[in-house]
C-alpha cells in the first residue's frame, strides 16, 4: 500500500516538473537540436541555423515526456464517454428550470383573470373594509367579480385561480410521464408563494403561523376540487356544474344559473383548446385565458335535446342470431 502511494506520488511531482519546465522554457539557438521536432523525412544532421528554431507552439518532442504526460491524463475513450454522458443529462437539468420560469408565468396569467386591488392595504392608518364573513373586501373589474357578483376576497381569488390552474394540470397530465411531475410541482409552488405574498402585502398577514394555516386550508382545497372536477368532466356538465357552484360560489343559493352554465361552457372550450395545442406551446408559457363572456351564446341558444323531432330514447343493440352449431348445443 505504502509502495503504490508513493510511486503516485512521484509520478505527480515528475508532472508538476513537466508543467513547470515547459512553460519555462523558450528557444534558444544554443539548444536547437534538443527542442527541434523530429522529422521522419530527413535523416541529415540538424543545423543550428536561427531558422530551425521552433515557435513556442510547437509541442516538445521528448519521448519521457510524452509517455508521462500519456500515462497520467485519462485515454480519449473515457474523455468522450463523459462528455456523451453530460451532453444526455443536460436536457433533464435544463428542463427544471425551464418548467419553474413557464409555471411561474403560467399562475401568474391564472390569478390575473381574478386579480383584485385592496387601495387601504398601502395605508397603515387606513382600516380594510371586511364583509360579513369578516373577510377583507376588494375592488375587483373582472367578469367573475362584475358578470358572476362574487366578492372580491383572497378566497375567490384562489378559487378562480385553483380553476385556471385546473384546467393546465389536465393538459400537463399528457405530458411524457418522466416530465409531468416535475410541471406539476412548479405549478402548485407558484401558486402557495404568491398567495403568500398577497397575504403579506394585501392583508397584514404577518405572522407566520396564521399564514401557514391558511396555506394549509388552501391545499386541501385543492386537492378537493381537483377530484371534484375530474369526477364533473367523467361524469357530465351537471356534476361539473354542481363542483363550480360548491367552490367558486361557494354554494350561494342566488348565483345565476346561467352565469354557472357559462363557466361550465367556459372550462370546455379551453380543455377543447388545449387539446389543439402542442406541449411546445404549453411549455413555452404560451396561453392566454379570456372570461366566459364569450360563451354566452352558446348558453341562450336551444338545446338541440329539447327538439321533439330527436329521438332520445336509447336504442336496444338487437342481438346476434346464434349460428346452428351453437342452436343445437343450448
Known amino acids: 500500500m505504502s509502495t503504490r502511494t508513493h510511486c503516485t506520488r512521484c509520478l505527480l511531482t515528475q508532472r508538476r516538473q513537466v508543467l513547470t519546465r515547459s512553460k519555462l522554457l523558450r528557444p534558444n539557438p544554443v539548444h536547437t537540436q534538443l527542442f527541434r521536432p523530429f522529422s521522419s523525412q530527413s535523416t541529415a544532421t540538424p543545423k543550428t541555423s536561427a531558422d530551425d528554431v521552433p515557435s513556442p507552439q510547437e509541442p516538445i518532442s521528448n519521448p519521457q515526456h510524452k509517455q508521462l504526460i500519456n500515462t497520467l491524463s485519462p485515454p480519449p475513450s473515457a474523455t468522450r464517454q463523459f462528455a456523451e454522458g453530460v451532453r444526455k443529462a443536460a436536457p433533464s437539468l435544463t428542463e427544471t428550470y425551464v418548467a419553474y420560469g413557464v409555471c411561474e408565468a403560467l399562475v401568474r396569467e391564472c390569478s390575473r383573470v381574478a386579480d383584485y386591488q385592496i387601495p387601504q392595504a398601502n395605508d397603515k392608518n387606513a382600516e380594510i373594509p371586511k364583509n360579513e364573513k369578516g373577510e377583507d373586501m376588494g375592488v375587483g373589474e373582472s367578469w367573475w367579480y362584475q358578470n358572476l357578483g362574487m366578492a372580491p376576497t383572497f378566497n375567490t381569488w384562489a378559487q378562480i385561480t385553483f380553476l385556471h390552474m385546473y384546467l393546465l394540470t389536465v393538459r400537463l397530465r399528457s405530458f ?76 350561494d343559493d342566488s348565483v345565476d344559473l346561467r352565469r354557472l352554465a357559462e363557466i361550465v361552457s367556459y372550462m370546455r372550450s379551453v380543455l377543447a383548446a388545449f387539446d389543439e395545442m402542442e406541449d411546445a406551446v404549453i411549455a413555452s408559457g404560451d396561453v392566454v385565458f379570456d372570461d366566459p363572456s364569450a360563451e354566452e351564446g352558446i348558453v341562450k341558444s336551444r338545446s338541440r335535446l329539447l327538439d321533439p323531432t330527436v329521438d332520445t330514447k336509447p336504442h336496444k343493440i338487437p342481438a346476434k342470431p346464434l349460428s346452428p352449431a351453437r342452436r343445437q348445443k343450448s
Not at 185 to 197: G, S, W
Open 176 to 251: 411524457p410521464k418522466e416530465h409531468a411531475p416535475t410541471w406539476h410541482r412548479h405549478l402548485t409552488d407558484h401558486f402557495f408563494h404568491q398567495a403568500e405574498d398577497r397575504m403579506i402585502t394585501m392583508h397584514r398577514l404577518n405572522a407566520r403561523m396564521t399564514r401557514s394555516k391558511y396555506l394549509k386550508d388552501l391545499f386541501n382545497q385543492w386537492r378537493g376540487l381537483t377530484f371534484a372536477y375530474d369526477e364533473g368532466l367523467v361524469k357530465g356538465d351537471a356534476v361539473l356544474a354542481s363542483a363550480v357552484w360548491r367552490n367558486v360560489c361557494k354554494g
